[in-house]
């Protein structure tokens, strides 16, 4: 009978657990990157990069 709770509670923290995965995975977003992790992640900025690149190129093709 023991056996039998200790299952189920194993069972239920497991369903507990993949029911928040999910759950969190739909959940609207408030900011940040995609990755999901609550962190601050700056946006990029594709104008500054592609201006780094257009950089550097001129650099090369100066040399």
């Known amino acids: ?3 039998q709770i200790v299952i189920f509670l194993i069972f239920l923290s497991a369903v507990t657990y993949l029911f928040n995965t999910v759950r969190k995975s739909f ?5 940040g990157c995609a990755k999901g992790c609550g962190g601050g992640c700056s ?3 594709f104008s500054k990069i ?3 690149m257009k950089k550097k190129k001129l650099e090369m093709a100066g040399k």
């Open 1 to 3: 009978m023991i056996e």
């Open 27 to 31: 959940s609207a977003k408030s900011g």
């Open 43 to 45: 946006t990029i900025d």
């Open 50 to 52: 592609e201006a780094e």
